[in-house]
Nanobody, 126 residues
Framework: QVQLVESGGGLVQAGGSLRLSCAASGRTFSSYAMGWFRQAPGKERELVAAISRSGGSTYYADDVKGRFTITRANAKNTAYLQMNSLKPDDTAVYCC???????????????????WGQGTQVTVSS
């Protein structure tokens, strides 16, 4: 069982940056691949970025490549999403998710993930 708590959301102007954190409970954080999802009003939830258990493999959605970076610190039981050059279209509730998978796997579908945080709001003003 893993409990996830996000932090770091807020209001930022277009072009600005935010860093989201996802703190996980338990002592087996390194057994879980992590993903960051977002859901804007009226839109479906979408995967933004994901990272393998060791951090050696990552995935990014096309519209965030080059702007967002997903990392993890297994010793701190925390995953991060650094978001730069933010756009109004990035406005959404961002959630982290976890799933126990083999070391190099980077799941890309929300159905693959077993544990979810409550989410943190990110609002980008124009």
């Amino acid at each position: 069982q893993v409990q996830l708590v996000e932090s770091g959301g807020g209001l930022v102007q277009a072009g600005g940056s935010l860093r989201l954190s996802c703190a996980a409970s338990g002592r087996t954080f390194s057994s879980y691949a992590m993903g960051w999802f977002r859901q804007a009003p009226g839109k479906e939830r979408e995967l933004v970025a994901a990272i393998s258990r060791s951090g050696g493999s990552t995935y990014y959605a096309d519209d965030v490549k080059g702007r967002f970076t997903i990392t993890r610190a297994n010793a701190k039981n925390t995953a991060y999403l650094q978001m730069n050059s933010l756009k109004p279209d990035d406005t959404a509730v961002y959630c982290c998710a976890a799933v126990n998978v083999p070391p190099t796997v980077v799941p890309r579908r929300s159905q693959n993930y077993d544990y979810w945080g409550q989410g943190t709001q990110v609002t980008v003003s124009s």
